[in-house]
C-alpha cells in the first residue's frame, strides 16, 4: 500500500516535469540558452582569452582570428569583456530578480489571503507607487547616492520593481484562496502563513516562476540602461557599462559595431530565453485553470 | 454620464493628489538623505572651495534654514510653480528650462507612442486572426526578442547607420541651428526631419510589447460567450471583429496608452541622450552630471506631475466608454 503510494507521488512529480519542461520546446530552448550564458559566467577567466581590463592591443581593432569581436578604443579585447560581462550582468539581474520576488510574493500573498484592512491598505500603497515613474525615480535616487556599488544597483533595481508582481501574485491568490484546500486547510487548524506558504504558494508556483522570469529580464535591461548613463559602477564590466563606455568614445563615428552589438545582443538573447521560459509556463498554467491568467 | 459619479471623481482624485505629494515629499527628501553638500561643491567648482561663496550660496538657497521650514518653502514654491533656480546656469529659473525642454520631450514621445499603438493595434489584430500561422508566429517570435533589446542600442545603431553611415538624417539636435524661424513650412520639415531618427528608434521598441498585449486581449475576447454566440448566430466574421471584439479587445490597451504616455517622459531619457535632443530627459541627465540639484527635482517633479496627471484623465475617462469599471 505504503509503496504503490509513493510510486504514484513519484510519477506526479514526474508528469509536472513533463508537462512544464520535458514536453515545452520554448522552455527547453529558453533553458537552454539560459544554461549556456551561465556556464560563460562560471568559466568567464577560461573562455576569455585576455583579462577584461588588460590594455595591450591595437584601439578600433576589427573583427580578426586573434580578436573576434574586435578591440575597443582603449585597445582592450571586446570578447573577453563580453564573455566577463555575462558574469556582473547575470548577477545583478538575477539578484534583483530574487529581491523583487520575494517581496512581491510576500506583499501579494499577504494582501491576496489576508484580505480584509491590511489587503486594502498594501494594494492603496502599492497602487500610490506604482504611478510613480520608477526609471526616473531611480535616475534621482542614483545621483544622489554617494557611490554606485554592486549592492546598491541590486538594492534600487530590485526594491523599486516588485509593485506589479505583488498586484499579480495578489490576483491569483484571490482566486486560490476560494478552493476547497485552502478550506480543508483552515479545518485543520493551519496558521495564516502555513496556508499562504505551504498550501497557497506550492499551487502558484508557475505564475511565480512567470513573474520572476519577467522580473529578472526586466532587471538586467534597467542595469543596462542606468550603466547606459553613467549611474551604474563604472569599475564593473557589465555589458551595459561596455555600450555606455563605447557610445561616450564616440564607436558611432568609427562604426564600431562589433563593439555596440555582441553587449546589445547578449542582453536581448538572454532577456529572450526568460521570456521563453516565463511565457510557457503561464500559457500551461492558464490551460489547466481553464482561462487566460494575466501577468 | 452614467458610469461617473462625483464621488469616483472625488476619489480618483484624492488618490491622485495623495501620489502626488509622496512623489514630491520623497523629491524633497532625497538629495537631504543622502548628504552632501551642494553648496561646497558649487564653491569648490565656481570659488576654489571658498567658505565664504559657499556660506551665500547657502543663504540665497535657504539651505541654511531648519528642514521643516524648508520643505514648507519648497510647497508653497510648487503651488506657485516656482520650482526654484538653476545652480548650473543661474540666475535662470528651474521653470523657464522646463518650460523650455518639455514640448521637445511632448513632440516626440506623443508621436510614437500613438504611432507604436497605432501599429500595434493593426499587427496584434491580424496575428491573432491567424492564429498559428507562420506570419502569427513570425510576429510573437521577434516580439519577444525585441522586447529584450535595450532601447539605447536600437537607438545607437539607427544613428549610426542611417544617421553617420548613409547620411540620410541629422544625427542628433532638434532643429538646424541658426533655422529660418518665420518660415513655418521650412521649419515644420526641419523638425520633423530631425524627429524622425527619435521617433522611430522609440516605436521600434515599444511596439514589441504592446503587439504581444494587443493580440491576447484578441484571443481572450474570442474566447468570450457572446462571441461563441455571434458565430452561432452565423454572423460574418468580419462583423463580429468590428462590432464586439475590438471595442473590448481595445479597451485594457487604452489605459495602457495612457499610462505608458506617463512612463514614457520618463523612459525617453537615454534616447534623448542619444540624439542630443534637447528634451526634459537629456535636461535631467546634466543636471544630475553637474549636480544641480534644483533642476534634477524640477524634472522629476513635472515628470511625476506628467505621469499623475494622464492617470488621472485615464481614470476618469476609461468609466465612460466601458461602464463596467465603476461598478467595482
Redesign the interface.
Known amino acids: 500500500m505504503d509503496k504503490k503510494k509513493q510510486k504514484k507521488e513519484k510519477s506526479d512529480s514526474y508528469l509536472v516535469l513533463e508537462k512544464y519542461f520535458l514536453k515545452n520546446t520554448r522552455a527547453k530552448v529558453g533553458v537552454g540558452i539560459l544554461v549556456f550564458f551561465a556556464l560563460v559566467a562560471i568559466f568567464a577567466p577560461v573562455i576569455a582569452p585576455y583579462g577584461p581590463k588588460d590594455i595591450s592591443f591595437m584601439p578600433w581593432e576589427k573583427p580578426s582570428l586573434a580578436h573576434p569581436l574586435g578591440v575597443n578604443s582603449y585597445g582592450q579585447d571586446i570578447f573577453s569583456q563580453v564573455v566577463y560581462g555575462t558574469q556582473v550582468t547575470m548577477v545583478v539581474g538575477v539578484l534583483a530578480g530574487l529581491l523583487t520576488s520575494f517581496i512581491g510574493v510576500f506583499v501579494g500573498l499577504l494582501a491576496g489571503y489576508k484580505g480584509g484592512r491590511t489587503g486594502e491598505i498594501l494594494m492603496r500603497i502599492v497602487?500610490?507607487?506604482l504611478?510613480?515613474?520608477?526609471?526616473?525615480?531611480m535616475?534621482?535616487?542614483?545621483?544622489?547616492?554617494?557611490s554606485m556599488g554592486i549592492w546598491n544597483l541590486v538594492i534600487i533595481i530590485g526594491g523599486l520593481n516588485w509593485l506589479w508582481m505583488a498586484r499579480s501574485i495578489r490576483s491569483q491568490t484571490l482566486s486560490e484562496a476560494r478552493r476547497e484546500y485552502v478550506d480543508a486547510a483552515k479545518v485543520q487548524g493551519m496558521g495564516t502563513l502555513e496556508i499562504m506558504f505551504k498550501e497557497i504558494l506550492p499551487n502558484i508556483i508557475p505564475v511565480v516562476t512567470a513573474n520572476m522570469v519577467m522580473v529578472i529580464?526586466s532587471a538586467m535591461?534597467t542595469e543596462?540602461?542606468l550603466s547606459?548613463?553613467?549611474?551604474g559602477d563604472p569599475t564593473l564590466i557589465s555589458w551595459?557599462q561596455m555600450?555606455s563606455v563605447?557610445?561616450d568614445n564616440n564607436?558611432?563615428?568609427y562604426?564600431a559595431?562589433w563593439w555596440?552589438?555582441p553587449p546589445?545582443?547578449s542582453?536581448?538573447?538572454?532577456?529572450?530565453s526568460?521570456?521563453?521560459i516565463g511565457?510557457s509556463f503561464l500559457d500551461i498554467y492558464a490551460n489547466d485553470r481553464g482561462?487566460?491568467v494575466k501577468l | 454620464m452614467k458610469g461617473i459619479t462625483l464621488k469616483y471623481v472625488c476619489k480618483r482624485l484624492l488618490?491622485a493628489l495623495?501620489?502626488l505629494w509622496?512623489?514630491l515629499t520623497?523629491?524633497f527628501l532625497?538629495?537631504r538623505?543622502?548628504?552632501?553638500d551642494p553648496a561646497e561643491y558649487l564653491a569648490s567648482q565656481n570659488a576654489m572651495g571658498s567658505a565664504e561663496y559657499a556660506q551665500q550660496i547657502r543663504e540665497q538657497f535657504g539651505l541654511d534654514k531648519g528642514i521643516l521650514e524648508q520643505y514648507a518653502r519648497y510647497l508653497g514654491g510648487l503651488l506657485q510653480g516656482d520650482l526654484g533656480v538653476s545652480y548650473t546656469n543661474f540666475p535662470i529659473p528651474v521653470k523657464d528650462i522646463i518650460l523650455q525642454a518639455m514640448p521637445w520631450t511632448l513632440l516626440i514621445v506623443l508621436i510614437s507612442t500613438l504611432l507604436s499603438f497605432l501599429i500595434a493595434w493593426l499587427v496584434g489584430t491580424v496575428a491573432a486572426l491567424k492564429k498559428g500561422s507562420l506570419f502569427d508566429n513570425t510576429v510573437v517570435g521577434v516580439s519577444?526578442?525585441?522586447?529584450?533589446?535595450?532601447?539605447?542600442?536600437v537607438a545607437?545603431?539607427l544613428?549610426?547607420g542611417l544617421?553617420?553611415?548613409l547620411n540620410w538624417f541629422p544625427?542628433g539636435h532638434a532643429m538646424t541651428p541658426g533655422a529660418d524661424l518665420a518660415n513655418m513650412g521650412a521649419l515644420v520639415k526641419n523638425i520633423a526631419y530631425h524627429a524622425f531618427l527619435p521617433v522611430l528608434s522609440l516605436v521600434i521598441v515599444s511596439l514589441a510589447g504592446r503587439m504581444i498585449m494587443m493580440r491576447?486581449n484578441i484571443?481572450?475576447v474570442f474566447?468570450e460567450d457572446y462571441i461563441v454566440l455571434a458565430q452561432a448566430k452565423g454572423l460574418r466574421r468580419s462583423k463580429i471583429l468590428t462590432k464586439y471584439a475590438l471595442r473590448n479587445a481595445m479597451l485594457p490597451s487604452f489605459t495602457g496608452l495612457m499610462l505608458s504616455l506617463?512612463?514614457a517622459?520618463?523612459?525617453a531619457?537615454?534616447t534623448e541622450?542619444?540624439f542630443s535632443y534637447p528634451g526634459i530627459g537629456l535636461t535631467?541627465?546634466n543636471a544630475?552630471?553637474s549636480h544641480d540639484y534644483p533642476l534634477?527635482?524640477g524634472?522629476?517633479a513635472i515628470?511625476?506631475l506628467s505621469?499623475?496627471l494622464l492617470?488621472f484623465l485615464a481614470d476618469l475617462i476609461y468609466p465612460l466608454i466601458d461602464p463596467r469599471v465603476s461598478l467595482e
Not at chain 1, 547606459?228 to 549611474?231: E, W
Not at chain 2, 538623505?33 to 552632501?36: D, K, R
Not at chain 2, 519577444?144 to 542600442?153: D, E, H
Open positions: 497602487d500610490v507607487f504611478v510613480v515613474p520608477t526609471l526616473a525615480f535616475i534621482v535616487l542614483a545621483a544622489f547616492l554617494p529580464t535591461l543596462a540602461t547606459f548613463l553613467g549611474l551595459g555600450l563605447a557610445f564607436a558611432i563615428l562604426n559595431w555596440m552589438l546589445g545582443l542582453i536581448a538573447t538572454l532577456g529572450f526568460f521570456m521563453l511565457n482561462g487566460a | 488618490s495623495f501620489t509622496v512623489a520623497f523629491n532625497l538629495p538623505m543622502m548628504g552632501g519577444f526578442y525585441i522586447q529584450s533589446v535595450p532601447y539605447f542600442l545607437m545603431l544613428v549610426m544617421g553617420y553611415h544625427m491576447s484571443l481572450q474566447s506617463g512612463q517622459v520618463g523612459g531619457i537615454a541622450m542619444i535631467i541627465m544630475v552630471l534634477v527635482q524634472c522629476f515628470i511625476a505621469v499623475v492617470n
